[in-house]
């Protein structure tokens, strides 16, 4: 039987989905829907941060590693999609004569394309995530290791012009398996597929939380070394929460592409994996909810502020998470409570002992 409480919480699911699915697309214009539908690739990276931060304490500082993996799978798909039988424009610009490189060769399927987009993720977060987790790597070290990888990589593709287009990446996307990219209609299906994804994320992971495992994942967050002595292997469990939200990271980035119709080093370095970061922190690590409105609200910020203020919005963005890591270490998730426990702790209201006195002292006189 449901819990009242999830009955809330699958309630709030509901509503949520109903605004991003039906309303949204009726009140917004196609450029504010656009927008939305790139803060929602932003928010599915961001719930599995929350998973993996929020409740098993992991500071996942380089999901840029995973939400680049997705994006540019499907960056490559669409490019190769575009050219048609021809290769890609910027590859002929820089060396007309040089053939396709061979591992673009595969993205030219629509099923290799999405299982790259699945399985990449999973791969990489496996096999990293046992290394340093049977190596009980942890804390500053393993928050300092993933943002290391995320540079990395940035820097890799960032000197590989001719296979990933360098600095400037890959855009000018014209169709979105088989649809065009350009048709109003088929940029609200990108939009509704987004915006489903995010709610799906949002259920998988609520149920993840009420489970067997959410607990586990608490308790190894909390006590590893009695975690450990009752018989769980936290390595494990931590594990499959890296995975987890890797594989969430890699299907944001993979929508981000045809939403926004670019994808450069510039958002998969670490300054990108640091900005999810601040949005999970925003909204409330540990909570359901706050990952995904923080950063959608960090992307708003972004994208309004960011565009207009372009010099001052990274300080903003500093000074707005070190106030909320000071003074809301929960997030802004947390303000309800903390305004429920102020409301308890009010001079006007006695508390249960003196109240007990008072009784006490009726029933003797």
């Known amino acids: 039987m449901t819990k009242p409480?999830?009955?809330?919480?699958?309630?709030?699911?509901?509503?949520?989905?109903?605004?991003?699915?039906?309303?949204?697309?009726?009140?917004?214009?196609?450029?504010?829907?656009?927008?939305?539908?790139?803060?929602c690739c932003w928010a599915i990276a961001a719930v599995g941060i929350g998973l993996a931060w929020g409740r098993g304490g992991m500071l996942v500082m380089g999901q840029g590693?995973?939400?680049?993996?997705?994006?540019?799978?499907?960056?490559?798909?669409?490019?190769?999609?575009?050219?048609?039988?021809?290769?890609?424009?910027?590859?002929?610009?820089?060396?007309?004569?040089?053939?396709?490189?061979?591992?673009?060769?595969?993205?030219?399927?629509?099923?290799?394309?999405?299982?790259?987009?699945?399985?990449?993720?999973?791969?990489?977060?496996?096999?990293?995530?046992?290394?340093?987790?049977?190596?009980?790597?942890?804390?500053?070290?393993f928050a300092i290791l993933t943002q290391a990888l995320a540079v990395a990589l940035a820097t890799l593709i960032s000197s590989t012009i001719r296979e990933t287009g360098g600095d400037t990446g890959l855009s000018d996307f014209k169709y979105f398996f088989g649809f065009v990219l350009n048709d109003p209609a088929n940029k609200r299906m990108v939009y509704l597929i987004a915006a489903a994804l995010l709610i799906v994320c949002l259920v998988a992971v609520w149920q993840l939380y009420r489970s067997r495992f959410g607990e586990l994942l608490v308790a190894t967050r909390d006590a590893e070394e009695r975690v450990r002595f009752l018989g769980y292997d936290p390595a494990t469990v931590k594990l499959v929460a890296f995975v987890v939200s890797a594989l969430m990271a890699s299907v944001g980035g993979a929508m981000f592409v045809p939403i926004v119709g670019i994808i450069t080093p510039a958002e998969i370095g670490a300054a990108a994996s640091i900005v999810m970061i601040a949005g999970v922190a925003l909204g409330g690590r540990a909570s359901l909810f706050g990952p995904a409105l923080g950063a959608m609200a960090v992307g708003w910020g972004q994208s309004?502020?960011?565009?207009?203020?372009?010099?001052?919005?990274?300080?903003?963005?500093?000074?707005?998470?070190?106030?909320?890591?000071?003074?809301?270490?929960?997030?802004?998730?947390?303000?309800?409570?903390?305004?429920?426990?102020?409301?308890?702790?009010?001079?006007?209201?006695?508390p249960a002992p003196a109240i007990a006195a008072a009784e006490l002292e009726e029933v003797r006189a």
């Open 5 to 39: 409480k999830s009955w809330i919480t699958l309630s709030g699911i509901g509503v949520f989905a109903v605004l991003l699915l039906g309303v949204a697309p009726l009140v917004l214009t196609d450029h504010w829907l656009n927008n939305l539908g790139k803060y």
């Open 65 to 141: 590693v995973f939400f680049a993996l997705g994006a540019y799978s499907m960056a490559m798909h669409l490019t190769l999609e575009t050219a048609g039988d021809r290769i890609p424009g910027f590859m002929v610009l820089y060396d007309p004569l040089a053939p396709l490189p061979a591992f673009w060769e595969p993205f030219r399927s629509a099923w290799f394309t999405l299982l790259a987009i699945v399985l990449l993720p999973v791969v990489v977060a496996g096999v990293l995530g046992y290394a340093l987790f049977k190596r009980r790597v942890k804390g500053a070290y």
């Open 304 to 350: 309004s502020l960011g565009s207009t203020w372009p010099d001052g919005w990274p300080y903003l963005l500093g000074l707005l998470f070190i106030i909320v890591i000071l003074f809301l270490p929960n997030g802004l998730s947390s303000l309800p409570a903390r305004f429920t426990a102020a409301r308890r702790r009010s001079p006007d209201r006695q």
